[in-house]
């Protein structure tokens, strides 16, 4: 475990009471004396090599390590952390005038209400109005909106949204007016806590 620090103040006191307890004469240790001089200059080394020997502890086991040390350390024997989820879901692209097909390609980015979390459309072979060769969402003549796949750009929770909260698209789309999610977000999931991450070592 980590070692229990003492501070610069305890350090000087406990060298005058061992120092002054070693002799039978009373040495004087006042404010500009050598004596207060050396003891404190002892208390700074002593500060200086606990912040050394904690740093090495903390690093030394699983047990003590944090973040990116720990991941350093389960790496070496093949552990690896689960990673962020970015959220994703369905959007629906909408336009006020359908004389003409319109395509929303991939790539395109969209922002919450607030402009505080994009989204970018990626590809969803599964949508049957994503088109191959075009790389997009096609809206042939007559349609007035399509469902697209995005995806948060920021991996974790910040990418769950409530519903109708995507509504700016921040990329220009010929022919594209509006957007909106219909349906909440609620599959983005942060990267498993340190606690977890050592935890589940022993579970396996």
């Not at 952390?81 to 336009?95: H, I």
């Not at 519903?163 to 007016?177: C, H, K, L, Q």
Request: aromatic share 10%.
């Amino acid at each position: 475990m980590p070692i229990e620090f003492k501070s610069f103040e305890t350090l000087v006191q406990d060298q005058v009471v061992a120092i002054q307890g070693a002799t039978m004469e009373n040495i004087d240790f006042n404010v500009g004396t050598v004596e207060l001089a050396q003891v404190e200059a002892n208390a700074g080394m002593g500060i200086w090599l606990e912040y050394l020997a904690n740093a090495i502890l903390a690093q030394a086991r699983a047990q003590t390590s944090q973040g990116a040390d720990l991941d350093t350390w389960m790496a070496q024997f093949r552990f690896y952390r689960v990673g962020a989820v970015a959220a994703s879901g369905n959007c629906t692209f909408s336009r006020f005038t359908t004389t003409e097909s319109a395509v929303v390609p991939v790539g395109t980015v969209v922002k919450t209400t607030d402009f505080a979390t994009s989204f970018t459309v990626i590809e969803d072979t599964t949508n049957p109005n994503f088109n191959i060769l075009l790389n997009g969402y096609v809206m042939i003549a007559g349609v007035g909106s399509t469902l697209a796949k995005v995806q948060c750009n920021t991996a974790g929770t910040i990418g769950n949204v409530v519903a109708n909260e995507i509504t700016f698209i921040s990329s220009t789309v010929p022919g594209v007016d509006t957007v909106t999610n219909l349906l909440p977000f609620t599959n983005g999931k942060e990267a498993e806590s340190d606690a977890s991450f050592f935890h589940d070592l022993f579970c396996i």
